[in-house]
Protein backbone atom coordinates (compact mmCIF):
# COMPACT_ATOMS: atom_id res chain seq x y z
CA UNK A 1 0.00 0.00 0.00
CA UNK A 2 1.38 3.74 -0.96
CA UNK A 3 0.03 6.88 0.35
CA UNK A 4 -1.29 10.04 -1.53
CA UNK A 5 -3.25 13.33 -1.80
CA UNK A 6 -6.89 13.17 -2.34
CA UNK A 7 -9.55 15.52 -2.31
CA UNK A 8 -13.19 14.43 -2.64
CA UNK A 9 -14.71 18.37 -2.41
CA UNK A 10 -13.06 21.82 -3.54
CA UNK A 11 -12.01 24.45 -0.46
CA UNK A 12 -9.50 25.40 1.61
CA UNK A 13 -6.44 23.36 2.29
CA UNK A 14 -8.30 21.11 4.98
CA UNK A 15 -10.24 19.66 1.96
CA UNK A 16 -6.90 17.41 1.15
CA UNK A 17 -6.36 14.14 2.65
CA UNK A 18 -3.09 11.43 2.73
CA UNK A 19 -5.04 8.18 2.00
CA UNK A 20 -4.33 4.99 1.99
CA UNK A 21 -3.81 4.23 -2.49
CA UNK A 22 -3.16 0.99 -4.91
CA UNK A 23 -0.36 1.66 -7.25
CA UNK A 24 -0.93 -1.21 -9.48
CA UNK A 25 1.17 -2.35 -12.14
CA UNK A 26 2.21 -0.74 -15.11
CA UNK A 27 0.36 -1.72 -18.35
CA UNK A 28 1.49 -1.24 -22.06
CA UNK A 29 3.97 2.01 -22.07
CA UNK A 30 3.24 3.05 -18.90
CA UNK A 31 6.24 2.90 -15.85
CA UNK A 32 6.08 2.97 -12.06
CA UNK A 33 8.09 5.42 -10.40
CA UNK A 34 8.68 6.17 -6.45
CA UNK A 35 8.78 9.73 -5.67
CA UNK A 36 11.64 11.52 -3.90
CA UNK A 37 10.30 15.25 -4.05
CA UNK A 38 7.07 16.62 -5.51
CA UNK A 39 6.69 20.41 -6.62
CA UNK A 40 4.22 22.30 -5.44
CA UNK A 41 2.54 25.08 -7.57
CA UNK A 42 -0.08 27.90 -7.96
CA UNK A 43 -2.20 25.35 -10.08
CA UNK A 44 -2.77 23.06 -7.84
CA UNK A 45 -4.64 26.09 -5.41
CA UNK A 46 -6.66 27.02 -8.49
CA UNK A 47 -7.75 22.90 -8.87
CA UNK A 48 -7.94 22.23 -5.03
CA UNK A 49 -10.28 25.98 -4.70
CA UNK A 50 -12.34 24.42 -8.23
CA UNK A 51 -11.46 27.79 -10.44
CA UNK A 52 -9.94 24.86 -12.89
CA UNK A 53 -12.20 21.75 -12.33
CA UNK A 54 -12.03 18.44 -12.57
CA UNK A 55 -14.25 15.43 -11.76
CA UNK A 56 -13.63 13.89 -8.07
CA UNK A 57 -12.22 12.22 -6.42
CA UNK A 58 -9.14 13.16 -7.57
CA UNK A 59 -5.20 13.97 -6.96
CA UNK A 60 -3.28 16.87 -7.02
CA UNK A 61 -0.20 18.08 -8.10
CA UNK A 62 1.50 18.10 -11.49
CA UNK A 63 5.10 17.36 -11.04
CA UNK A 64 7.29 15.17 -9.43
CA UNK A 65 11.43 13.58 -9.17
CA UNK A 66 11.92 9.61 -8.64
CA UNK A 67 13.31 6.36 -10.14
CA UNK A 68 11.74 3.95 -12.01
CA UNK A 69 10.90 0.68 -9.61
CA UNK A 70 9.05 -1.02 -12.94
CA UNK A 71 8.69 -0.92 -16.10
CA UNK A 72 5.43 -1.69 -18.72
CA UNK A 73 5.29 -3.67 -22.17
CA UNK A 74 6.89 -1.68 -25.27
CA UNK A 75 8.46 0.54 -22.71
CA UNK A 76 12.37 0.70 -24.85
CA UNK A 77 13.24 4.03 -23.25
CA UNK A 78 13.68 3.60 -19.37
CA UNK A 79 14.67 1.07 -17.55
CA UNK A 80 14.10 0.09 -13.82
CA UNK A 81 16.57 2.43 -11.51
CA UNK A 82 16.39 5.55 -14.05
CA UNK A 83 15.98 8.82 -11.96
CA UNK A 84 13.59 10.82 -14.02
CA UNK A 85 11.40 13.93 -13.57
CA UNK A 86 8.27 15.24 -15.32
CA UNK A 87 5.39 17.71 -15.68
CA UNK A 88 1.88 16.37 -16.86
CA UNK A 89 -1.66 15.80 -16.48
CA UNK A 90 -3.52 14.78 -14.65
CA UNK A 91 -2.98 16.48 -11.82
CA UNK A 92 -2.01 13.43 -9.04
CA UNK A 93 1.34 14.28 -8.38
CA UNK A 94 1.26 14.49 -4.82
CA UNK A 95 2.22 10.79 -4.12
CA UNK A 96 4.72 8.34 -2.98
CA UNK A 97 4.18 6.26 -5.89
CA UNK A 98 2.82 6.88 -9.66
CA UNK A 99 2.20 4.81 -12.85
CA UNK A 100 2.77 7.56 -15.79
CA UNK A 101 2.72 6.92 -19.43
CA UNK A 102 6.62 6.65 -20.18
CA UNK A 103 6.14 9.41 -22.79
CA UNK A 104 5.42 11.65 -19.57
CA UNK A 105 9.00 11.24 -18.16
CA UNK A 106 12.33 12.92 -18.70
CA UNK A 107 15.59 11.07 -17.64
CA UNK A 108 18.11 13.12 -15.75
CA UNK A 109 21.16 14.64 -15.61
CA UNK A 110 23.69 13.69 -12.96
CA UNK A 111 24.23 17.41 -12.14
CA UNK A 112 19.72 18.07 -11.57
CA UNK A 113 19.17 16.30 -7.81
CA UNK A 114 15.69 14.75 -7.47
CA UNK A 115 14.83 17.79 -5.15
CA UNK A 116 16.09 20.47 -7.62
CA UNK A 117 14.05 18.77 -10.59
CA UNK A 118 10.97 18.42 -8.35
CA UNK A 119 10.93 22.56 -7.92
CA UNK A 120 11.76 23.46 -11.90
CA UNK A 121 10.00 21.07 -13.92
CA UNK A 122 6.74 23.29 -13.77
CA UNK A 123 7.97 26.18 -13.20
CA UNK A 124 11.75 26.14 -14.89
CA UNK A 125 9.89 25.38 -18.22
CA UNK A 126 7.44 28.21 -17.98
CA UNK A 127 10.25 30.12 -17.25
CA UNK A 128 11.75 28.84 -20.37
CA UNK A 129 8.64 29.17 -22.88
CA UNK A 130 7.75 32.65 -21.53
CA UNK A 131 11.25 34.05 -22.37
CA UNK A 132 11.99 32.03 -25.08
CA UNK A 133 9.20 31.20 -27.13
CA UNK A 134 6.25 33.47 -26.07
CA UNK A 135 7.99 36.89 -25.79
CA UNK A 136 11.83 36.15 -27.08
CA UNK A 137 14.09 38.39 -24.79
CA UNK A 138 16.65 40.01 -26.42
CA UNK A 139 20.22 41.79 -24.86
CA UNK A 140 18.86 44.93 -24.33
CA UNK A 141 15.28 44.18 -23.48
CA UNK A 142 13.87 46.07 -20.33
CA UNK A 143 11.00 43.83 -19.28
CA UNK A 144 8.60 43.99 -16.65
CA UNK A 145 7.80 40.17 -14.50
CA UNK A 146 5.05 40.64 -11.54
CA UNK A 147 5.22 38.40 -8.35
CA UNK A 148 9.14 38.79 -8.98
CA UNK A 149 10.39 36.94 -5.75
CA UNK A 150 7.73 33.97 -6.40
CA UNK A 151 8.95 29.77 -7.52
CA UNK A 152 8.78 31.06 -11.70
CA UNK A 153 9.67 35.20 -11.00
CA UNK A 154 13.17 34.11 -9.59
CA UNK A 155 13.63 31.75 -12.48
CA UNK A 156 12.34 34.42 -14.80
CA UNK A 157 14.61 37.36 -13.38
CA UNK A 158 17.94 34.91 -13.66
CA UNK A 159 17.32 34.15 -17.30
CA UNK A 160 16.17 36.99 -18.09
CA UNK A 161 19.23 39.05 -16.58
CA UNK A 162 21.45 35.96 -18.00
CA UNK A 163 20.15 36.66 -21.48
CA UNK A 164 21.02 40.65 -21.09
CA UNK A 165 17.47 42.08 -20.33
CA UNK A 166 17.08 44.67 -17.47
CA UNK A 167 14.22 43.56 -15.04
CA UNK A 168 12.24 45.09 -13.49
CA UNK A 169 10.06 42.84 -11.03
CA UNK A 170 6.96 43.42 -8.76
CA UNK A 171 6.93 42.43 -5.43
CA UNK A 172 4.69 42.23 -1.85
CA UNK A 173 7.21 43.17 0.66
CA UNK A 174 11.04 44.82 1.26
CA UNK A 175 11.86 41.21 2.10
CA UNK A 176 11.17 40.04 -1.10
CA UNK A 177 12.06 43.05 -2.99
CA UNK A 178 16.00 42.07 -1.44
CA UNK A 179 15.26 38.29 -2.45
CA UNK A 180 14.76 39.13 -6.22
CA UNK A 181 17.45 41.64 -6.31
CA UNK A 182 20.11 39.06 -5.20
CA UNK A 183 18.61 36.34 -8.47
CA UNK A 184 19.01 39.81 -10.95
CA UNK A 185 16.09 41.98 -10.64
CA UNK A 186 17.69 45.15 -11.15
CA UNK A 187 14.50 47.21 -9.87
CA UNK A 188 12.47 45.56 -7.72
CA UNK A 189 8.81 47.40 -6.98
CA UNK A 190 7.07 47.45 -3.99
CA UNK A 191 4.05 47.34 -5.37
CA UNK A 192 1.51 47.28 -2.28
CA UNK A 193 2.85 50.79 -1.66
CA UNK A 194 4.28 52.04 -4.78
CA UNK A 195 2.46 52.86 -8.21
CA UNK A 196 4.24 49.81 -10.00
CA UNK A 197 3.30 51.75 -13.63
CA UNK A 198 4.75 54.94 -12.74
CA UNK A 199 7.84 53.47 -12.01
CA UNK A 200 7.94 51.69 -14.84
CA UNK A 201 7.51 54.67 -17.07
CA UNK A 202 10.33 56.24 -15.05
CA UNK A 203 12.85 53.52 -15.51
CA UNK A 204 12.20 53.48 -19.18
CA UNK A 205 12.17 57.48 -19.47
CA UNK A 206 8.79 56.89 -20.89
CA UNK A 207 8.93 54.36 -23.05
CA UNK A 208 7.14 51.62 -21.47
CA UNK A 209 8.65 47.63 -22.02
CA UNK A 210 8.12 45.67 -24.75
CA UNK A 211 6.44 42.58 -22.51
CA UNK A 212 4.72 42.93 -19.25
CA UNK A 213 5.07 38.91 -17.55
CA UNK A 214 1.18 39.05 -15.59
CA UNK A 215 1.03 36.40 -13.26
CA UNK A 216 -1.46 38.51 -10.92
CA UNK A 217 -4.50 38.60 -12.80
CA UNK A 218 -7.42 40.47 -11.92
CA UNK A 219 -5.92 43.45 -9.43
CA UNK A 220 -2.73 44.02 -11.85
CA UNK A 221 -4.41 43.76 -15.46
CA UNK A 222 -5.13 47.14 -16.48
CA UNK A 223 -1.50 48.57 -14.20
CA UNK A 224 0.26 46.35 -16.61
CA UNK A 225 -1.50 47.10 -19.93
CA UNK A 226 -0.41 50.96 -18.84
CA UNK A 227 3.34 49.53 -18.85
CA UNK A 228 3.15 48.73 -22.54
CA UNK A 229 5.10 50.47 -25.33
CA UNK A 230 3.10 50.26 -28.26
CA UNK A 231 2.83 47.14 -29.84
CA UNK A 232 3.90 45.25 -26.48
CA UNK A 233 3.18 41.85 -25.62
CA UNK A 234 0.92 41.62 -22.67
CA UNK A 235 1.78 37.76 -20.97
CA UNK A 236 -1.31 36.70 -19.19
CA UNK A 237 0.10 33.31 -17.72
CA UNK A 238 -1.84 33.24 -14.11
CA UNK A 239 -4.42 34.32 -11.90
CA UNK A 240 -2.94 34.19 -8.20
CA UNK A 241 -5.69 37.18 -7.39
CA UNK A 242 -8.31 36.26 -9.35
CA UNK A 243 -9.77 35.78 -13.20
CA UNK A 244 -8.88 38.38 -15.81
CA UNK A 245 -11.90 40.68 -16.81
CA UNK A 246 -13.87 40.20 -19.79
CA UNK A 247 -11.59 41.36 -22.36
CA UNK A 248 -12.62 44.70 -24.42
CA UNK A 249 -10.19 44.62 -27.82
CA UNK A 250 -9.94 48.61 -27.58
CA UNK A 251 -7.89 48.52 -24.28
CA UNK A 252 -5.54 46.93 -26.68
CA UNK A 253 -6.15 49.03 -29.81
CA UNK A 254 -6.19 52.16 -27.95
CA UNK A 255 -2.49 51.56 -25.72
CA UNK A 256 -0.83 50.83 -29.34
CA UNK A 257 -1.76 47.84 -30.99
CA UNK A 258 -1.09 45.69 -28.05
CA UNK A 259 -0.77 42.07 -28.10
CA UNK A 260 -2.63 39.59 -25.93
CA UNK A 261 -1.42 35.83 -25.42
CA UNK A 262 -2.82 33.59 -22.33
CA UNK A 263 -0.10 31.43 -22.73
CA UNK A 264 0.09 27.75 -20.99
CA UNK A 265 2.82 25.70 -20.35
CA UNK A 266 1.08 22.06 -21.37
CA UNK A 267 0.42 23.67 -25.20
CA UNK A 268 4.51 24.37 -25.09
CA UNK A 269 5.10 20.90 -23.93
CA UNK A 270 2.26 18.88 -25.94
CA UNK A 271 5.22 17.54 -28.72
CA UNK A 272 7.56 15.43 -27.46
CA UNK A 273 10.37 16.92 -29.00
CA UNK A 274 9.44 20.36 -27.58
CA UNK A 275 9.04 18.89 -24.20
CA UNK A 276 12.55 17.79 -24.56
CA UNK A 277 14.56 20.06 -26.18
CA UNK A 278 12.71 22.60 -23.22
CA UNK A 279 14.08 20.14 -20.36
CA UNK A 280 17.35 20.13 -21.80
CA UNK A 281 17.54 23.91 -21.96
CA UNK A 282 16.43 24.10 -18.79
CA UNK A 283 18.63 21.92 -17.23
CA UNK A 284 22.05 23.28 -18.96
CA UNK A 285 20.78 27.25 -17.64
CA UNK A 286 20.87 25.21 -14.11
CA UNK A 287 23.72 23.45 -14.49
CA UNK A 288 25.99 25.99 -15.76
CA UNK A 289 24.65 27.92 -13.04
CA UNK A 290 23.55 31.14 -15.21
CA UNK A 291 20.01 30.00 -13.25
CA UNK A 292 20.22 28.94 -10.10
CA UNK A 293 17.22 26.54 -8.03
CA UNK A 294 15.15 28.59 -5.35
CA UNK A 295 14.36 25.60 -3.02
CA UNK A 296 13.41 28.11 0.46
CA UNK A 297 10.49 26.03 1.48
CA UNK A 298 10.64 22.19 2.56
CA UNK A 299 7.46 20.63 3.74
CA UNK A 300 6.60 16.58 4.17
CA UNK A 301 3.96 15.73 1.55
CA UNK A 302 1.15 14.67 4.41
CA UNK A 303 1.66 18.51 5.54
CA UNK A 304 0.58 19.69 1.89
CA UNK A 305 -2.31 21.75 3.55
CA UNK A 306 0.35 24.39 5.54
CA UNK A 307 2.16 24.53 2.45
CA UNK A 308 -0.80 25.78 0.57
CA UNK A 309 -2.13 28.10 3.43
CA UNK A 310 1.86 29.46 2.96
CA UNK A 311 1.55 29.60 -0.69
CA UNK A 312 -1.69 31.42 -0.83
CA UNK A 313 -0.97 33.72 2.46
CA UNK A 314 1.69 35.19 0.18
CA UNK A 315 4.35 33.56 3.24
CA UNK A 316 6.46 31.83 0.44
CA UNK A 317 9.32 32.93 -1.65
CA UNK A 318 11.32 31.12 -4.56
CA UNK A 319 10.47 27.22 -5.05
CA UNK A 320 8.33 24.52 -2.41
CA UNK A 321 9.00 21.19 -2.57
CA UNK A 322 7.09 18.51 -0.74
CA UNK A 323 8.78 15.02 0.26
CA UNK A 324 6.76 12.09 0.36
N1 LIG B 1 0.38 29.57 -17.58
C1 LIG B 1 1.36 28.79 -17.19
O1 LIG B 1 1.88 28.01 -17.98
C2 LIG B 1 1.84 28.87 -15.78
C3 LIG B 1 2.85 28.01 -15.34
C4 LIG B 1 3.34 28.18 -14.05
C5 LIG B 1 2.82 29.14 -13.21
N2 LIG B 1 1.82 29.92 -13.66
C6 LIG B 1 1.27 31.00 -12.81
O2 LIG B 1 2.35 31.78 -12.35
C7 LIG B 1 2.04 32.31 -11.08
C8 LIG B 1 3.17 32.02 -10.15
O3 LIG B 1 3.15 30.64 -9.81
P1 LIG B 1 4.10 30.11 -8.66
O4 LIG B 1 3.70 28.69 -8.43
O5 LIG B 1 5.50 30.44 -9.01
O6 LIG B 1 3.59 30.97 -7.39
P2 LIG B 1 4.37 32.15 -6.63
O7 LIG B 1 4.69 33.26 -7.58
O8 LIG B 1 5.49 31.56 -5.86
O9 LIG B 1 3.26 32.62 -5.61
C9 LIG B 1 2.28 33.52 -5.98
C10 LIG B 1 2.68 34.97 -5.66
O10 LIG B 1 1.75 35.83 -6.28
C11 LIG B 1 1.69 37.03 -5.56
N3 LIG B 1 0.30 37.45 -5.36
C12 LIG B 1 -0.23 38.61 -5.76
N4 LIG B 1 -1.51 38.70 -5.43
C13 LIG B 1 -1.81 37.57 -4.78
C14 LIG B 1 -3.01 37.09 -4.17
N5 LIG B 1 -4.15 37.81 -4.16
N6 LIG B 1 -2.97 35.88 -3.57
C15 LIG B 1 -1.84 35.15 -3.56
N7 LIG B 1 -0.68 35.56 -4.13
C16 LIG B 1 -0.68 36.76 -4.74
C17 LIG B 1 2.42 36.82 -4.23
O11 LIG B 1 3.68 37.49 -4.32
P3 LIG B 1 3.82 38.99 -3.73
O12 LIG B 1 3.57 38.88 -2.25
O13 LIG B 1 5.20 39.38 -4.08
O14 LIG B 1 2.77 39.80 -4.42
C18 LIG B 1 2.62 35.32 -4.18
O15 LIG B 1 3.79 34.95 -3.48
C19 LIG B 1 0.68 31.74 -10.68
O16 LIG B 1 -0.32 32.68 -11.02
C20 LIG B 1 0.57 30.52 -11.57
O17 LIG B 1 -0.76 30.16 -11.81
C21 LIG B 1 1.32 29.80 -14.92
Known amino acids: MSKAIRYDKTGGPEVMKWVDVEVGEPGEGEVRLRQSACGLNYIDVYFRTG??????PAGLGMEAAGEVTAVGSGVSTLKVGDRVAYVGRPPGAYAQERVLRAEQLIKLPDAISDEAAASIMLQGLTAQYLLRRTYRVKAGDTILIQAAAGGVGLLVCQWAKALGATVIGTVGSDEKAAIAKAHGCDHPIVYTREDFTAR???????????VVYDSIGKDTYTKSL????????????GNASG??????????????????????????????ADYEAMAAELFEVVASGKVKTSINQRYALKDVGQ?????????TTGSTVLLP
Open 200 to 210: VREITNGAGVP
Open 243 to 272: PLPPIDSSEFAGRGSLFFTRPTLFSYIAKR
Open 226 to 237: DCLAPLGMFVSF
Open 307 to 315: AHADLEGRK
Open 51 to 56: LYPQPL
